[in-house]
């Protein structure tokens, strides 16, 4: 049964320390997304790499967040310095991206979430 | 920006009773998907809707895509304790290497047995 795996599943830091979330994406796919979910904005997305490659981290705070994938077996979310703010559950979710695009969309597997809390 | 408002927010009836949530945008999406998220869980894909009009039945639970592709429902008939979750619609921007997928608000869903 594949599934995307996320460690830790609980954080508790103090304000200014930093924090690192790793992601296993499903063995063979190519596509891997970071959400971050919160009461007030919902689910939203940070950053989405293809190939391992970024191809838009727009929506995520490039001063303090950072998201690389070192290989295709582990992408990472890195948030240095860390503040209250950043509080939320951080979703991982790969994917497998049709080579042409298209109207359809690949399906995404979602993990079962980081949950930070920032003190 | 493109916005998905889910409408509505909380919905809480009994076991038994019908109930349709509505997804609403007024940008044009390449498709449309829904899921159900569990507390303490990611996400689940239910379905994929991509023409405009298009229904698909999923058991008791029926999606819709809007003629515009700019909205979609969820209609579940027979409500039952095990659909209780948070339900999210989420359009696809299609960026030409892959697509992007823009969620709803959500509706948090309580079913009472």
């Known amino acids: 049964d594949a599934r995307v795996t996320q460690t830790p599943r609980h954080k508790v830091t103090e304000m200014g320390q930093e924090v690192t979330m790793r992601c296993q994406p499903i063995?063979?796919?190519?596509?891997v997304f970071w959400y971050r979910q919160t009461m007030m904005q919902g689910l939203e997305l940070l950053a989405y790499?293809?190939?391992?490659?970024?191809?838009?981290d727009s929506g995520m705070p490039k001063d303090r967040f950072s998201a690389e994938m070192p290989d295709a077996t582990l992408a990472t979310l890195k948030i240095q310095p860390s503040e209250p703010r950043d509080s939320a559950v951080y979703f991982c979710?790969?994917?497998?991206?049709?080579?042409?695009?298209?109207?359809?969309?690949?399906?995404?597997?979602f993990g079962p979430g980081t949950r930070l809390l920032v003190l | 920006t493109q916005l998905l408002e889910q409408s509505p927010q909380f919905l809480s009836i009994q076991e038994g009773e019908n109930l349709t949530v509505y997804c609403n945008s007024s940008?044009?999406?390449?498709?449309l998907q829904w899921y159900r998220q569990e507390p303490g869980e990611g996400p689940v894909l239910l379905v994929t809707?991509?023409?405009?009009?298009e229904v698909k039945k999923l058991k008791r639970l029926t999606f819709q895509f809007g003629d515009a592709r700019k909205d979609s429902s969820l209609h579940i008939t027979a409500a039952q304790p095990g659909d209780t979750g948070l339900y999210l619609c989420?359009?696809?921007?299609?960026?030409?290497?892959?697509?992007?997928?823009?969620f709803g608000t959500g509706t948090l869903l309580a079913v009472q047995p």
């Open positions: 979710a790969s994917g497998l991206a049709k080579l042409a695009g298209g109207p359809g969309g690949e399906t995404q597997y």
């Open positions: 063995l063979g796919h190519n596509t």
């Open positions: 790499f293809r190939n391992r490659a970024p191809l838009d």
């Open positions: 940008s044009v999406f390449s498709s």
């Open positions: 809707v991509v023409t405009g009009g």
């Open positions: 989420a359009g696809a921007v299609y960026g030409g290497a892959t697509n992007k997928l823009i």
